[in-house]
């Protein structure tokens, strides 16, 4: 059972979905509004996943996952009517860790929300990797780089942690939705440029210029070990 925030100013969609969800075993919490969110999440208790709808009043749902990115790791799914690439991209690189366009079966939500809950799973792979500059704790589920704690998501640590075991490989954007996201079907490979984006912006000396993620044009992606 995970603690949930559904944020959705449709009262009759909020619900509907909450009492969905909690005939799955979820415990689920309502915010109709953006304001209303930050303030259940910050000031409230603690929830494993935020289902945030887009279109809100007040502060939309880009806005709210981009503060809610900046001062928490929690895991963040987009519900959205709106599957515009350009909309799907604004959330992703907004620290999104996943979406889904409405309307959606329940059960989708909760596979969903699954999915990125197992990305946080520690790992059973050796306790400490090192990549050049980097130290990767995985019993810890930490990332150092020259010391300094980096605040990774846990699709972030995911992402990292799959190239980190599989150095020098070229690694395709269907396999890493596969491996990552646990998606079982082709899906959107703009949540893997997106999330390398965001993964540079932190692991790189120089995301413009990255050493240690490699594009592979036409590929994929490559992990450079030192």
Request: charged share 25%.
């Amino acid at each position: 059972m995970a603690s949930l925030l559904l944020v959705e100013d449709d009262d009759a969609l909020a619900e509907a979905i909450s009492l969905a969800l909690g005939g799955l075993g979820h415990d689920v919490a309502l915010a109709g509004s953006g304001e209303h969110a930050l303030k259940e999440l910050f000031d409230g208790p603690a929830v494993d996943v935020v289902l945030l709808d887009v279109m809100l009043p007040g502060i939309d749902g880009f806005e709210v996952c981009r503060r809610i990115r900046a001062r928490s790791l929690v895991p963040v799914i987009l519900l959205t009517a709106r599957g515009d690439p350009v909309d799907v991209v604004v959330g992703l690189e907004g620290g999104a860790d996943d979406y889904v366009v409405k309307p959606v079966e329940p059960r989708v939500i909760d596979a969903r929300m699954k999915a990125v809950l197992r990305r946080g799973a520690p790992s059973s792979a050796d306790p400490v990797i090192h990549l050049g500059h980097l130290e990767l704790d995985t019993s810890g589920m930490t990332v150092r780089a020259e010391g300094t704690e980096l605040h990774l998501t846990a699709t972030e640590w995911k992402l990292l942690l799959e190239f980190a075991n599989h150095p020098g490989q070229v690694l395709s954007r269907q396999m890493l939705l596969k491996r990552v996201w646990d998606y079982g079907y082709v899906g959107d490979s703009r949540i893997v440029d997106a999330a390398v984006a965001r993964l540079r912006a932190k692991i790189e000396k120089d995301p413009g210029r990255p050493e240690l993620l490699r594009t592979v044009r036409g590929l994929g992606y490559r992990l450079i070990r030192p």
